[in-house]
């Protein structure tokens, strides 16, 4: 049985330059209902005016994960991790014993559109670590292509914790299937368009939760959907 978070219900917040949504409490929206879901502790859908962005800040003792879909953004960070991320890049930051990061829309007239996820780590204190990985819509297109996982398999990116992160990309009535192993959880993330998941209609910013193992289908709706699938233990 799936768990529906609708869209509309996230939190939201509007500062002009940056106009984002929050599945999780975070910042100032907190609702004690949804503080997280297993390890996963934030998806934040960000859209960023052109030339703005947040300035140098500090993270520490969290995996983050930067998804980027339209427009392109600028990322530097203390551990000599940077560089521009676009469409089809991946980009992991382990902010470990600490680190201190900026992230701005790389182009001055266009808006950057994003989702940015916080992954609690298995183990505290490691050293701060930066990976960036670039995955090609024929890679993605119609099937569930690992991007992140605790070993690194498949070309995808190692983070430290027990949790798998697939992207699809579906045309309508195209379908892809996932096996979620008993005592694991799952949270479907609709990133953009309209998608079936088993038997409930999703649509961009819905996100879906079960923790009951066995075989789901998502299939592509309307004109398709892009869709992040997290595997969690």
Excluded: C
């Excluded at 701005?104 to 996820?117: C, G, K, R, S, T």
């Excluded at 992954?119 to 960036?132: F, T, W």
């Excluded at 289908?217 to 595997?231: K, S």
């Amino acid at each position: 049985m799936w768990t529906i978070r609708p869209a509309a219900e996230r939190g939201h917040a509007d500062h002009g330059w940056l106009n984002t949504h929050h599945t999780f409490s975070f910042a100032a929206y907190h609702d004690p209902e949804h503080m997280g879901f297993g390890p996963l502790r934030v998806i934040n859908d960000d859209r960023v005016a052109g030339g703005a962005g947040f300035g140098t800040h500090p993270h520490q003792d969290m995996e983050i994960i930067t998804y980027v879909l339209d427009g392109a953004l600028r990322h530097k960070d203390t551990t000599g991790g940077g560089g521009v991320i676009r469409p089809g890049d991946v980009q992991h930051m382990s902010a470990g014993t600490g680190v201190l990061h900026s992230e701005f829309n790389a182009d001055p007239d266009e808006e950057v559109h994003f989702l940015q996820i916080w992954v609690l780590p298995e183990r505290r204190g490691k050293a701060p670590a930066y990976h960036q990985i670039h995955v090609p819509l024929d890679e993605r297109q119609g099937t569930l292509r690992l991007v992140a996982s605790p070993d690194g398999a498949l070309g995808s990116i190692a983070i430290g914790q027990d949790a798998k992160l697939y992207a699809s990309v579906l045309a309508p009535g195209q379908a892809v299937s996932h096996t979620l192993a008993p005592g694991r959880g799952s949270w479907v993330h609709v990133a953009r368009g309209d998608v079936r998941l088993d038997d409930q209609s999703l649509s961009a910013g819905d996100g879906a939760s079960r923790t009951q193992g066995g075989t789901f289908t998502l299939e592509g709706a309307a004109d398709g959907a892009e869709v992040l699938v997290f595997d969690l233990g």
